[in-house]
């Protein structure tokens, strides 16, 4: 589905990423380890188009999209929760909602009916601004405006990141729906355990580099992952 | 102390006499602050720049006017419906020659920088540049010396307020000034087009996720702002000081002062300042000679921003709805 051929990005002096490869199948969840500043990140901003590749190919779907303008990325069908959820913040969640159908004809309204059936708590605030709301309910809110553009591929920036363990758990299960409804996920996660007890494959990612890649099932035992990623949390 | 007193107890019962016929007047001008305003305020909630060439937007929308008028009006007096319909011309003209020249200043002046991620700075002398470009080209061109606009109606008073007349001058402000602020607020709140001005001015990255043409919104915004400023421009044009190359300067710093004074990058806010501002001024006269307007205008810019820095409805192109 997406294939990511010897990617390169450079910030002006800096390379963040020095030649990255890898691909993500259909009703895959695939998730990126790696410590802080690996370039996780960087890597799901230049599959939005928000970096674009200096050298390198990304294809998608059999289309190359290497120089794809970033606007242009939900009509394909490449859904983006950016890190720090990013929610409009003088926006209602409804407008949020909405904006996540930017490049939608037709009535949505269905949709975000379906939004609020995932999303209980969203629907009660739905006339709320973005900005007063919680870390886990803005969380929420960023991934169903993500979902309001009808992604095949969604890539996920942290999603559990500053918030309660309870919230987390409720996040990750919705993640897994989200595989189970058809939607292939590309996710980032600095909680390792349990992306890849979600995920089917993972890629480790170190200085820009992806430095190995395998099943989640291996990833989770093995012992370089373990030692750095793992640490002591994990129960085998 | 006993001659002071007597000056502002004087000066009182002039604002007395003439309080509604200032305050008529005050809005009149306030309306046309506002409508430039909106200029300032939205591309700086994009961009988060000033764009200190839109005083030749407006110009540009009083010369277009200008000859449009005269092309039509001529030495005739028009009357009736052929009044409205060049009005609703000279607006039209005005206005499509601001956004024109607001769209030229974003292609040339501002867009090659931003593409190399210019400092602000850059912006700000680019912006210079163009305007000092501009009205030297007008100033060369159509001469240094104000036009009077045809009128393409017989000015009079059309009904008074407590005795204080209302021109119809006052009236065609109001009513092209009120039609434009109040389509431009209902398009930012409630269509796809405004939703998307809104979002890039909140976070235009994620705005660029979502779908929104960041590049094609800032056009917009510039477009939208010269059309208003255009049509003030005609507006303004058709008072007595006329059209002429120098015409943009000091009613646009004003409206900048409005706009910072509502809260730039806030549309109500800068519509409240024009008002604002415009009422100030006019009373102001009352008690100082006509010369200081600007001192007042600008003394009031330095009091609000000491006690609120962002401005009386602060910072939020975003919540414009």
């Known amino acids: 589905m997406l294939e990511v051929h010897d990617a390169v990005v450079r910030y002006g002096a800096i390379t963040a990423l020095h030649g990255i490869s890898f691909e993500v199948n259909q009703g895959e969840i695939v998730t990126l380890l790696g410590a802080n500043g690996a370039g996780k990140t960087t890597t799901l901003r230049m599959l939005s188009g928000l970096h674009a590749p200096q050298s390198g190919q990304i294809m998608f779907e059999g289309q190359d999209v290497t120089t794809t303008k970033a606007h242009m990325f939900t009509s394909l069908g490449i859904g983006h929760v950016p890190e720090g959820r990013r929610i409009f913040p003088q926006m209602t969640v409804e407008e949020n909602l909405e904006m996540g159908a930017f490049r939608r004809r037709g009535s949505y309204t269905e949709d975000i009916e379906r939004m609020y059936e995932t999303f209980p708590i969203l629907k009660e605030r739905r006339k709320q601004i973005g900005g007063n709301l919680s870390g886990g309910e803005q969380q929420m809110l960023a991934i169903g405006r993500a979902l309001m553009g009808q992604p095949r591929l969604l890539l996920l920036d942290e999603p559990s990141m500053g918030l309660a363990p309870m919230i987390v758990d409720t996040i990750f299960r919705i993640i897994g729906e989200i595989r189970d409804s058809g939607t292939t996920v590309l996710l980032v996660e600095q909680n390792a355990a349990q992306a890849l007890r979600l995920a089917d494959r993972g890629y480790v990612m170190e200085n820009g580099r992806i430095v190995f890649g395998d099943s989640a099932s291996n990833l989770l035992t093995d012992a370089r992952v373990r030692a750095v990623y793992l640490g002591e949390n994990v129960e085998s | ?321």
Do not use: C
């Not at chain 2, 009373?283 to 810019?301: E, K, M, Q, R, T």
């Open chain 2, 1 to 321: 102390m006993a001659n002071l007193l007597h000056y502002f107890a004087s000066h009182l019962a002039t604002l007395r006499l003439e309080f509604w016929s200032l305050l008529v007047g005050g809005f009149a001008t306030g309306v046309m602050y506002a409508m430039v305003a909106i200029g300032y305020t939205m591309v700086y909630g994009v961009l988060r720049l000033i764009n200190f060439a839109h005083s030749e937007v407006f110009m540009s929308g009083g010369f277009a006017s200008y000859f449009m008028m005269r092309a039509l009006i001529g030495t005739s007096t028009p009357s009736g419906t052929w009044s409205v319909v060049l009005v609703i011309i000279g607006v039209l003209t005005g206005g499509v020659a601001g956004a024109a020249i607001a769209m030229l200043l974003e292609r040339i002046a501002y867009r090659p920088l931003r593409r190399r991620n210019a400092p602000k700075l850059a912006y700000l002398i680019s912006a210079i540049g163009a305007s000092y470009f501009l009205y030297n080209l007008a100033g060369k061109e159509f001469g240094r010396i104000n036009e009077s606009m045809p009128s393409p109606y017989i000015n009079h008073t059309v009904f008074t307020i407590f005795g204080a007349p209302v021109q119809l001058y006052y009236i065609v402000i109001f009513v092209v000034g009120v039609i434009m602020l109040i389509t431009l607020d209902r398009l930012v709140a409630t269509t796809k087009l405004g939703r998307s001005v809104r979002a890039a001015a909140q976070d235009a990255e994620t705005a660029s996720l979502m779908g929104v043409n960041i590049d094609r919104t800032i056009v917009l915004t510039f477009v939208i702002g010269g059309a208003l400023a255009g049509a003030a421009g005609f507006l303004w044009g058709l008072g007595f000081t006329g059209v002429g190359f120098y015409m943009g300067f000091t009613p646009a710093l004003k409206a900048f002062t409005a706009a910072v004074l509502g809260g730039i990058g806030n549309l109500r806010g800068a519509a409240i300042g024009g008002l604002l501002l415009g009422v100030v001024e006019s009373f102001s006269v009352a008690f100082v000679p006509a010369s200081y307007i600007d001192v007042i205008a600008f003394g009031i810019l330095v009091l609000v921003l000491l006690f609120r820095p962002t401005g009386i409805l602060g910072e939020r192109l975003g919540r414009s709805a």
